[in-house]
């Protein structure tokens, strides 16, 4: 199945992974929403640079909420030029001049995810790195909890 995903969207045309703006009609969890795009169409976008807690996860549900609060039923821009193995396509979310994944990492609400980070620009990654370290320091959001686990650790524990 992940398979047929793949060659599926290798089969979009390229205008397909340009930038879009839309209004945001769902919220999977801290770090995947589903915008409604002018062509009538449904994306559903991972935001990239950052990975939220797992819904069952402790912060999970709060994660959520919070990318809500800032989000659901606006209008976003999608910066974005590829998807995932899922299908979903991987951008950055604008909501107005506010960098929504960005403001997950600086509410507390996900971690930096630097597994990925050198897909980001230079000043991207500062900024998330910056955010992150101050949301820790001040143990805001998840870093309230004396060992958070990051969900890519949660997903695949060793």
Request: aromatic fraction near 8%; hydrophobic fraction near 40%.
């Amino acid at each position: 199945m992940n398979f047929l995903l793949a060659i599926f969207a290798l089969t979009l045309p390229l205008h397909a992974w340009a930038d879009f703006t839309g209004n945001v009609v769902g919220i999977a969890d801290g770090d995947t929403i589903t915008v409604l795009g002018a062509d009538k169409m449904q994306h559903k976008i991972r935001l990239t640079g950052i990975d939220a807690p797992e819904k069952k996860q402790p912060f999970g549900n709060r994660s959520k909420q919070n990318l809500s609060d800032m989000v659901f039923n606006k209008t976003v821009t999608v910066e974005t030029d590829k998807r995932d193995r899922y299908g979903r396509e991987l951008g950055k979310v604008l909501a107005g001049n506010k960098d929504v994944n960005l403001e997950q990492v600086r509410a507390g609400m996900a971690w930096h995810y630097k597994a990925y980070e050198r897909t980001q620009t230079a000043t991207d990654r500062q900024a998330y790195t910056a955010a992150e370290n101050l949301a820790k320091a001040t143990k805001r959001g998840l870093w309230a909890d004396s060992e958070p686990i990051p969900p890519w650790e949660w997903r695949h524990p060793k």
